[in-house]
């Protein structure tokens, strides 16, 4: 099993949807959790970090489920600018402090 | 304020061959990570250097070397290139205690041929 899996998509969605995406890790014992975005060719940016509590940042919601070992990232009336991939990234526990990535998930807004 | 910058930008290589990459941090930061992405995937961790130390190394061969300068600028190492190296080479920035926030560079392409 993959230490991070996500589907890799892709999503189309309309224009002003909310739209939502999981990301499942396999180590209960990870520690930090975040969101990144990659628009084509570019590096990934950091979106969030999801905290235990959930946190939102704007259209941007994450929310960490601990017990069923995912995270997940919702958008809201989404933009044609939200057009990209979505990657999750999780530290897999203290002492190994790397984030390990999943494939990440395509996202495309239609006008 | 500069954020991380990389060189070159795109590299053409060929098999058999040697290459080093080269990054600057984020000012303030003091570790740098290095990732390679293969298309259609995820960037996958190579090595981390803190202290002009490899810290942590991923699942990559010897050929994959690394070294960070006192300040905090690093370069990556490949020789005897494969196909199989052709990627987009990231570099990535994080500041004191906040290893997760990490910061990426625009990356340099290599291609093999």
């Known amino acids: 099993r993959k230490e991070v899996e996500q589907d890799p998509g892709p999503f189309n969605v309309p224009e002003g949807a909310t739209v939502a995406f999981n990301c499942t890790y396999s180590n209960s014992a990870s520690q930090s959790f975040f969101w990144y975005r990659q628009d084509c060719r570019k590096e990934p940016k950091l979106l969030m970090s999801v905290y235990s509590s959930g946190n939102e940042d704007g259209r941007f919601t994450a929310q960490l489920n601990r017990a069923s070992q995912y995270i997940s990232l919702l958008i809201r009336d989404s933009k044609l600018s939200d057009s990209a991939t979505y990657l999750c990234a999780v530290i897999p526990h203290f002492g190994n402090e790397k984030l390990t990535f999943g494939t990440g998930t395509r996202l495309t807004i239609i006008p | 304020d500069a954020g991380v910058t990389q060189s070159p930008t795109h590299l053409i290589k060929t098999r058999g061959q040697q290459v080093t990459l080269r990054c600057s941090p984020k000012?303030?930061?003091?570790?740098v990570s290095w990732y390679q992405q293969a298309l259609g995937q995820g960037p996958q961790f190579i090595f981390q250097?803190?202290?002009?130390?490899?810290?942590q190394r991923g699942n990559f061969p010897d050929r994959f070397s690394g070294h960070q300068f006192p300040n905090y600028s690093s370069e990556l190492n490949v020789n005897a290139l494969l196909l199989g190296d052709s990627a987009l080479y990231l570099c990535?920035?994080?500041?004191?205690?906040?290893?997760?926030?990490?910061?990426f560079g625009p990356g340099t392409r290599l291609t093999v041929t």
């Open positions: 990535a920035s994080s500041p004191p205690r906040e290893l997760g926030e990490q910061y």
């Open positions: 000012s303030g930061h003091d570790t």
């Open positions: 250097y803190y202290e002009e130390e490899e810290r």
